[in-house]
Nanobody, 122 residues
């Protein structure tokens, strides 16, 4: 089992950057595929990015490709999401997730953090 705690959210102007972090408890962090999802008010949960156990492979939603970078540090039990060129439509609660499948489907991820709010202003 793993527990996830996100941090780094906040208010940023459009075009700016933020870096989200996710701290994982337990000694088994490296066995999980990790990812980020987001949910905006009134909208469904949306896949953002995922990274394989070794960190050697990543994939992104089309809406963030080229702007966001997912990374992990297995020695530190940490997951990151570097968000650049932020847009108004990136405003959402961002969730760190862990699971066994390298997938964009939310049901494939068994563990979720509590979320961190990202608000992009004009």
């Amino acid at each position: 089992q793993v527990q996830l705690v996100e941090s780094g959210g906040g208010l940023v102007q459009a075009g700016g950057s933020l870096r989200l972090s996710c701290a994982a408890s337990g000694r088994t962090f490296s066995r999980y595929v990790m990812g980020w999802f987001r949910q905006a008010p009134g909208k469904e949960r949306e896949f953002v990015a995922a990274i394989r156990r070794s960190g050697g492979s990543t994939f992104y939603a089309d809406s963030v490709k080229g702007r966001f970078i997912i990374s992990r540090d297995n020695a530190q039990n940490a997951l990151y999401l570097q968000m650049n060129s932020l847009k108004l439509e990136d405003t959402a609660v961002y969730y760190c997730v862990a699971g066994d499948s390298y997938s964009s489907y939310h049901r494939e991820y068994d563990y979720w953090g509590q979320g961190t709010q990202v608000t992009v202003s004009s």
